[in-house]
């Protein structure tokens, strides 16, 4: 599968880097997805923060490219009086920086949203005849309560009179008649990998088995998913509960897990490679994840697209991926609800197959090489 090849590709983002044996690694789902877009370039230009003295972490993966040319930067953020006086010194070399990349580039690809990203959506208008791409990898529904530096960089590509000659790949079609638009989706298996995959078997005497994964924060809420195995161990069914990722809510977690006697029902992987998470998917029958904000959510994608089925919140796009309560369960921060659902599901197991089942064919439309076939004809036009 090729296309018409870019010369010089311009990344960037705020993504950490590290550089390590000569190769330059990077968060896993990120980096795979860059991967693909590589295969249409010659060669790469990436602007980010880089660390040449930490080990990859084991969900890192690195890029697969002959010619990349990296241009490190401070990583900074605007949290607190002493981090907005070091950005305020930063900001003017990472511009700079950016301009001149930016001018030798024959493509600019920006992630979005992201400290990174604010000041290439900056840059990138005084380069309106340039051919650009802006993946906004969050949510981007205007109704909904983001930070001010979103909402800036959703105003500044995707205003027509400001930002030419720009893609702007979002999760849900927000804005039919804007140009700069495009609604798009991610993906995170290969067709090879389809392998056959039927919905658990769901009964009130076989443990229920539950799944969480992303990063441990607040705003995605792991608590919950936590929470929700209590409310269901304490009615007195059989559950198993896995957290796959890593975050500031480890502690939390761990001592609510001691403090509720629960140590023998739940276990804390970690970041892992994928295909442990895939495996953890192909044994779970449930994915609680209730979070804040999401884009396109991929770990929702991967639960369906191995008939595990999601309770997630009605966040960007996911009431669309769910087909509205047909592939999985829109649910609140309730406990209660969510617990009630499961139960639901254990009073008509061939519901929930039948939901598992549906999820699976949706999911499996979306593939990589779907995905790589619609970077191909982006970058063609």
């Known amino acids: ?17 590290v550089l390590r044996n000569g190769q330059y690694w990077a968060y896993g789902p990120y980096v795979k997805e860059m991967n693909i877009w590589l295969k249409q370039v010659k060669g790469v230009t990436i602007v980010a923060p880089l660390s040449n003295d930490e080990e990859p972490d084991p969900i890192d993966l690195s890029y697969q490219h002959a010619q990349i040319n990296f241009e490190s930067v401070k990583g900074f953020d605007l949290i607190g ?7 305020l010194l930063n900001v003017p070399f990472i511009m700079v920086k950016l301009c001149y990349q930016m001018n030798r580039a024959d493509h600019i690809h920006l992630r979005c949203p992201g400290n990174m990203g604010m000041l290439g959506a900056i840059a990138q208008l005084f380069f309106p005849k340039k051919s650009k791409t802006v993946k906004y990898a969050a949510n981007w529904d205007p109704k909904s309560r983001q930070p001010f530096t979103y909402k800036l960089q959703q105003k500044l590509v995707s205003n027509t009179v400001l930002s030419k000659n720009i893609s702007v790949l979002t999760y849900g079609d927000w804005e039919p008649g804007n140009p700069n638009l495009i609604p798009f989706f991610t993906a995170s298996y290969s067709e090879k990998e389809m392998e056959a ?3 658990r078997i769901l009964q009130k005497n076989l443990p229920i088995r539950l799944i969480f994964v992303g990063g441990l924060q607040k705003a995605k809420n792991p608590m919950l998913s936590l929470r929700t195995c209590k409310v269901l161990v304490e009615k007195g069914y059989s559950v198993l509960l896995d957290f796959y990722g890593q975050g500031p809510e480890l502690d939390s977690l761990k001592r609510y897990t001691l403090e509720n006697e629960l ?9 892992v490679p994928a295909r442990e998470v ?4 192909q044994n779970a029958h449930f994915l609680i994840f209730v979070s804040e904000s999401e884009g396109w959510p991929k770990v929702v994608a991967e639960s369906m697209f191995w008939a595990c089925l999601p309770l997630t919140s009605p966040v960007s796009c996911v009431p669309y991926m769910l087909g509205n309560d047909l592939r ?3 649910v609140g921060d309730d406990v209660e609800e969510i617990a009630s659902k499961i139960e639901n599901y254990l009073e008509s197991p061939k519901t929930y197959t039948v939901k598992a089942m549906n999820a699976m064919k949706w999911s499996r439309k979306f593939t990589l090489e ?8 982006i970058l063609s036009n």
């Open 81 to 87: 009086v002493q981090s907005i006086l070091k950005a």
């Open 278 to 281: 895939k495996n953890g998917f």
């Open 328 to 330: 999985g369960d829109l």
């Open 1 to 17: 599968m090729g296309g018409k090849q870019v010369s010089n590709f311009l990344i960037v983002t705020h993504v950490p880097h």
């Open 263 to 271: 140590v023998d029902v739940v276990s804390f992987h970690g970041n």
């Open 197 to 199: 995959c039927k919905p």
């Open 370 to 377: 779907k995905f790589e076939s619609e970077i191909i004809n």
